[in-house]
């Protein structure tokens, strides 16, 4: 991937109803749109990455307004695939973090399907942003921490069994 690599737009988008969601980032890099499809747990992943990367990285100097991305996203683009591995890396001369993604379906282990880098505000937002689609999916049980659905959740910590047979209660009390 040669060229410049700054990602003119990027964001995280969940797409379906909650516990039917499928989710992607989306990048404009040279005018182009990627998609890459992932798993939720890859977009928590990616999100808590760029939260500590932002918080080791050395402070920087006055942070300058950029210009909304205004450009929208191709989302028919062709440029689509499945990520199977992530990397993220810093660019010191540039003062931006890099996202490399690999395609699943790839057979060689060293072509990345996509690159692109984001300055310190795209980086924030873009965590930010991925927490939030995360959380607004199925709310979690309290108990067992699994997700819960529109109809009856079943919690192996309640499983709405009563240890003891009601009868048997009843004749140990009457004794």
Known sequence: MGGDLDAERIQVEAIGEPGDRR??????????????????????????????????????GPVLPEAPGLTEFDRETRKQFRVGRMELGYDDDEDRIVIVAHDLNSQEESDAAFACRMTRAQARDLSAESAAVVAAGRPRCTMCGEPMGPGPHVCPQQNGHFRHDLETVDDAEDT
Do not use: C
């Open 23 to 60: 989710f992607r980032l989306l990048s404009i890099v040279n005018g182009q749109t990627y998609a890459v499809w992932m798993e939720k747990q890859q977009v928590h992943a990616l999100g808590l990455a760029l939260e500590q990367m932002l918080e080791r990285l050395p402070d920087a």
